[in-house]
């Protein structure tokens, strides 16, 4: 079992409505969470940065949420647009004394049509 | 524009065949990395660099070797002896460095196939 899920594994939405990514990880002790947007055949593109300390984060339409408790992450998008088609991968940091591990969720891809 | 300038975009492997993909950065970038992208699957790392002269082994090192001769390059081969090496590779780097922390940019990767 992946220690960072994400759901849904893919989603259609129509132009212009919002949706929600869920990214639930199980890995700790918690150092940071990124959300990076990946398109299709190029590199992934990082969104937003979130430390234990913050729990919401934007970058212009996409809105990221952290509950540490929980260890569930959130990207919302909002008015969607055609370019916003991508898979959109959560990353979780986990750094405790000299250990680090970075941990990639398998993503998110959505497809938003006219 | 700074980034990371990955080459070529396709490559393909004969049975046998050493390939090597290159990554260039002009981010003045102390960190760099080597990542396998495979359908459903999450990133994985191959090698992953601090430091010119210096790498480290990630989770997926058989059957790929890496040098750091440079700050700019790290050039990524894959051997006969990884049986396996269809799959989209990503260059990164990060301005961090103290292990494997999170990449800040990405190349937009090379995509290996076997003949």
């Known amino acids: 079992k992946n220690q960072v899920e994400q759901s849904p594994q893919s989603l259609i939405i129509l132009e212009g409505k919002n949706c929600t990514l869920q990214?639930?990880?199980?890995?700790?002790?918690?150092?940071?969470l990124r959300w990076y947007k990946q398109d299709t055949g190029r590199g992934p593109v990082s969104l937003t940065i979130?430390?234990?300390?913050?729990n919401t984060k934007s970058n212009g339409r996409y809105t990221a949420t952290l509950d540490a408790d929980t260890k569930q992450s959130s990207l919302h998008i909002t008015a969607s647009q055609l370019s916003d088609s991508a898979s959109y991968i959560c990353v979780v940091r986990v750094h405790s004394g000299g250990y680090q591990k970075v941990t990639f969720g398998t993503g998110t891809k959505l497809q938003v049509i006219p | 524009d700074g980034g990371i300038t990955q080459s070529p975009k396709y490559l393909f492997r004969k049975e046998g065949q050493n390939v090597t993909l290159s990554c260039e950065q002009n981010l003045n970038h102390d960190a760099m990395y080597w990542y396998r992208q495979d359908p459903g699957q999450g990133l994985r790392l191959i090698y992953y660099?601090?430091?010119?002269?210096?790498?480290q082994k990630g989770d997926i090192a058989e059957g790929y070797s890496v040098s750091r001769e440079k700050k700019e390059s790290f050039p990524l081969t894959v051997t006969s002896a990884q049986k396996n090496p269809t799959a989209f590779y990503l260059c990164?780097?990060?301005?961090?460095?103290?292990?494997?922390?999170?990449?800040?940019?990405f190349g937009d990767g090379t995509r290996l196939s076997i003949l």
């Open positions: 979130m430390t234990f300390s913050e």
């Open positions: 660099s601090q430091i010119v002269n210096d790498f």
């Open positions: 990214c639930n990880y199980t890995v700790s002790p918690f150092s940071n």
């Open positions: 990164a780097s990060s301005s961090e460095t103290g292990g494997t922390v999170q990449p800040q940019h």
